[in-house]
């Protein structure tokens, strides 16, 4: 296996989103932690658009941040632009995103992961996980090195055995011209685990100087800019500007006359790619009768003068790209600095996981991020901060930590890869949850705060500054509720919003819950009314304006806890059930699902399974 290099309790290889919030939880948590990846000066790297956030995602960065985690930090500390998504409809669907600075973001997480207590950073390229024993004792690293590790976490993102594709042009290489990691994926296949083969890819990068942004659609940030940490302190800036262009019938026609270019077409990509963020030549033929597609010009940096152009995602030849981007409006002169291209890449099979992230057959191994079938930077970092904290956790011998689809997008995310599986590149998206009424970005320090701070994560502080507001959430809303008005000031605020006239008093909490009447306009009839923050008086009004709608969740939660407080005993024989159908004895012993909640979740197990199972366990039970 090499030669003895070094220790630590949890070994983290990977230096991206998942790699960063891994080492740092099991570090923060006071675990010796050890963080290895094959470039130092790439941790914390954007390949992709610099951006974080995002419908669904930015409730999971949110999560994050609640749970402890630091990538909303991160990324208040390096955003240039902050928007909220969505403001235009339901409180349940408003998701934080910020442009970030690509340079300041890997400088902020590299400073962050080197001046942790407990973590250390070594750059080598992981080459095998050492398992003796039944258990994980260490990782090999490719020119000898060898650390020894109770725990190994799996961060490799998209770099085992991953090849670029440019037209005809191909190469084994990462991301952004970086090595790919070319011995892991066998020895995980060694271990038993079985992978597959993905595929994403980015777009171009063009210079700003040679874009005409004179007739472009200029895209604003938010005023004032919203932070995704629940700690943030400070002031945000909106420092730049992002573009709306869009393609056309010339663009389209470049395309599909350079299809028979394209290795996504000619049968040289083998890999499944994502299926709600495709290439631009994938765009134009699945939705041919579409007359133009969306372009977003979004920056690198505020002192870069690369722009992303978001939507245009391909893996076809340089001279077709340059010839398709000048086609657009305002991209006539672009000049390319970056070519895009597409990646393929060796994942594994989430299905072989826990609902901890954990290797169900290797004791001490944990994988998380794109090696586990996601997409994103987000669905990452979320995965990355799970499974620190569990391999901290299983070296001290504690239970895992599990997330249930109630507590958070986090948990409806593993739930979804590790129970159902997935064919494609997963991306979370707020229609993945059912009970995304309750799992706000705005309320997720409410939900996972208590969590963070009981693991050791999240600080009394912040726990208190959490239980303060809520505090007076609550108090405001009681007095609302019984505090009435009337008057002609009160008639003149209605007839201003177009709302229904009253021929008594109301109560105030009664007029709130009109659509068109917000906390702020009530002021006039409300001189008593405390002086509460922002975070405050948002919660007043979701929790009066959507009490109905919440109520009614809480009570479909309240209906699926009975079926995932009944856990399953790990020693069930599900093939000796012949009560059961074969495909869910199958299913069921594949999985070994921890809960009959997630047993009803496996794909191909039906609800008349579900009973049997029930009976079987009443039969166990006496």
Same mark, same amino acid.
């Given at each position: 296996m090499g030669?003895?290099?070094?220790?630590?309790?949890?070994?983290?290889?990977?230096?991206?989103?998942?790699?960063?919030?891994?080492?740092?939880?099991?570090?923060?948590?006071g675990r010796s932690a050890l963080l290895i990846t094959s470039n130092l000066d790439s941790i914390g790297n954007m390949p992709c658009n610099p951006s974080i956030g995002g419908a669904a995602k930015g409730q999971l960065v949110r999560e994050i941040d609640a749970l402890g985690g630091e990538m909303g930090r991160a990324a208040d500390a390096c955003g240039i632009q902050f928007r909220m998504l969505n403001r235009g409809k339901g409180p349940a669907v408003h998701s934080p995103r910020a442009q970030e600075d690509r340079a300041d973001y890997k400088q902020y997480m590299k400073q962050v992961l080197e001046s942790c207590p407990n973590l250390s950073l070594r750059q080598a390229e992981a080459a095998e996980i050492d398992v003796r024993q039944g258990r994980v004792q260490g990782v090999a690293c490719v020119g000898g090195a060898y650390f020894q590790a109770k725990a190994v976490v799996v961060c490799a993102g998209v770099f085992l055995n991953s090849r670029i594709f440019i037209g005809d042009y191909s190469q084994q290489a990462g991301p952004d011209g970086l090595a790919a990691a070319c011995q892991l994926t066998a020895s995980l296949e060694k271990l038993g685990l079985r992978t597959r083969r993905f595929k994403t890819g980015t777009p171009a990068r063009v210079n700003a100087r040679s874009i005409d942004f004179s007739v472009l659609e200029a895209q604003q940030g938010d005023y004032p800019p919203q932070p995704f940490s629940f700690g943030f302190e400070g002031e945000l800036f909106n420092d730049s500007l992002c573009w709306l262009t869009?393609?056309?019938?010339?663009?389209?026609?470049?395309?599909?006359?350079?299809?028979?270019?394209?290795? @996504?077409? =000619?049968?040289?990509i083998q890999g499944v790619g994502p299926r709600y963020c495709p290439s631009i030549e994938d765009k134009i033929v699945r939705f041919s009768t579409k007359e133009r597609h969306q372009v977003f010009i979004e920056p690198c940096g505020k002192n870069s003068g690369?722009?992303? @152009?978001? =939507?245009l995602s391909t893996s076809l030849p340089e001279d077709v790209q340059l010839e398709f981007v000048r086609t657009i409006v305002g991209l006539e002169q672009a000049e390319i600095m970056r070519p895009g291209y597409a990646i393929e890449y060796d994942c594994l099979d989430p299905t072989q996981l826990t609902l901890g992230l954990a290797a169900r057959a290797i004791p001490g191994l944990f994988a998380a991020g794109q090696i586990c079938g996601t997409s994103g930077y987000e669905e990452a970092a979320a995965q990355g901060l799970l499974a620190g904290v569990n391999a901290a956790r299983y070296v001290i011998g504690q239970e895992p930590l599990i997330l249930s689809r109630s507590d958070g997008y986090i948990g409806a995310l593993v739930d979804d890869i590790v129970t159902k599986g997935t064919n494609e590149p997963y991306r979370m998206m707020t229609s993945r949850s059912e009970y995304r009424l309750l799992l706000r970005q705005d309320n997720a320090d409410y939900r996972l705060t208590p969590i963070g701070r009981q693991i050791g994560l999240a600080s009394q502080q912040r726990l208190e500054k959490m239980e303060r507001d809520y505090r007076l959430a609550e108090e405001e809303i009681a007095r609302l509720s019984k505090k009435a008005v009337s008057g002609p000031v009160l008639a003149q605020i209605l007839a201003q919003q177009g709302s229904a006239p009253v021929s008594q008093g109301i109560l105030l909490a009664d007029l709130l819950r009109r659509p068109e009447i917000s906390y702020a306009s009530l002021a006039a009839v409300d001189p008593d009314r405390p002086s509460l923050s922002e975070k405050v008086r948002e919660q007043v009004e979701i929790q009066i304006k959507y009490q109905g709608y919440i109520q009614r969740e809480l009570r479909q939660v309240e209906e699926q806890k009975r079926l995932e407080e009944r856990l399953l005993p790990p020693d069930l024989d599900y093939l000796g059930m012949n009560t059961l159908r074969l495909e869910a004895r199958q299913k069921l012993d594949a999985m070994r699902p921890r809960s009959l909640g997630q047993a009803a979740r496996i794909s191909g197990v039906s609800p008349s399974d579900i009973g049997a199972l029930m009976i079987v366990l009443s039969q166990r039970g006496r």
């Open positions: 030669y003895l290099t070094g220790a630590a309790d949890v070994v983290v290889i990977g230096g991206g989103h998942a790699g960063i919030e891994a080492a740092l939880a099991a570090a923060r948590l869009y393609t056309n019938a010339r663009t389209h026609d470049v395309i599909r006359a350079a299809l028979d270019r394209s290795p @996504l077409y =000619g049968g040289e690369e722009m992303y @152009l978001q =939507g």
